[in-house]
T-cell receptor, first 112, second 110 residues
Framework: GAGVSQTPSNKVTEKGKYVELRCDPI?????LYWYRQSLGQGPEFLIYFQGTGAADDSGLPNDRFFAVRPEGSVSTLKIQRTERGDSAVYLC??????????FGPGTRLTVL | TQLLEQSPQFLSIQEGENLTVYCNSSSVFSSLQWYRQEPGEGPVLLVTVVTGGEVKKLKRLTFQFGDARKDSSLHITAAQPGDTGLYLC??????????FGQGTRLTINP
């Protein structure tokens, strides 16, 4: 079956611009996670959804970051007023149990 | 916040050699997971260890969870070029989210 998909695969933007990153989870998975992976580092947790609601958003670095999952399936991570420090790979994962998370290929965001 | 430290950060060896990479913490984890990540892809789960002292084998890969559940190791026997990748350990923090180590970047030279 289809795995987790993320679009776009690459996004280049200018400092101060707004970006949206999309995640399509595995069908039927109720849990969805966003992580950020900087160069040479492991993924860092950003936010976790159970169904439509954000169950834990403690990893969002500041109020420029926001994520939604309006119908309990597709999720969008939104970043306002992007900064060069936001450059990273943004990973999405989904799970049916929380025990095993299945990761998408990521979106590589570059802020110039 | 629970932290996971991996060592070494980089490892380059010849095909056929054995190697061990480590994942250490000062905190106790209920379980630890090992992932492998290739360029342009997301991490893929290799194994989950749950019980202190547990040993799991996946072909040429042997995973061990420390008795005190604060550390884990991954041993690869007779490494092959296909084993090249970023190896990440991760543990649960709270109910659902994972905390990852910084990874070990492994290169196996033919």
């Amino acid at each position: 079956g289809a795995g987790v998909s993320q679009t776009p695969s690459n996004k280049v933007t200018e400092k101060g611009k707004y970006v949206e990153l999309r995640c399509d989870p595995i069908s039927g998975h109720t849990a969805l996670y966003w992580y950020r992976q900087s160069l040479g580092q492991g993924p860092e947790f950003l936010i976790y959804f159970q169904g439509t609601g954000a169950a834990d958003d403690s990893g969002l670095p500041n109020d420029r970051f926001f994520a939604v999952r309006p119908e309990g399936s597709v999720s969008t991570l939104k970043i306002q007023r992007t900064e060069r420090g936001d450059s990273a790979v943004y990973l999405c994962a989904s799970s049916s149990s929380g025990y095993e998370q299945f990761f998408g290929p990521g979106t590589r965001l570059t802020v110039l | 916040t629970q932290l996971l430290e991996q060592s070494p950060q980089f490892l380059s060896i010849q095909e056929g050699e054995n190697l061990t990479v480590y994942c250490n913490s000062s905190s106790v984890f209920s379980s630890l997971q090992w992932y492998r990540q290739e360029p342009g892809e997301g991490p893929v789960l290799l194994v989950t260890v749950v019980t202190g002292g547990e040993v799991k084998k996946l072909k040429r890969l042997t995973f061990q969870f420390g008795d005190a559940r604060k550390d884990s190791s991954l041993h690869i026997t007779a490494a092959q070029p296909g084993d090249t990748g970023l190896y990440l350990c991760a543990g649960p923090q709270g109910a659902q989210k994972l905390v990852f180590g910084q990874g070990t970047r492994l290169t196996i030279n033919p």
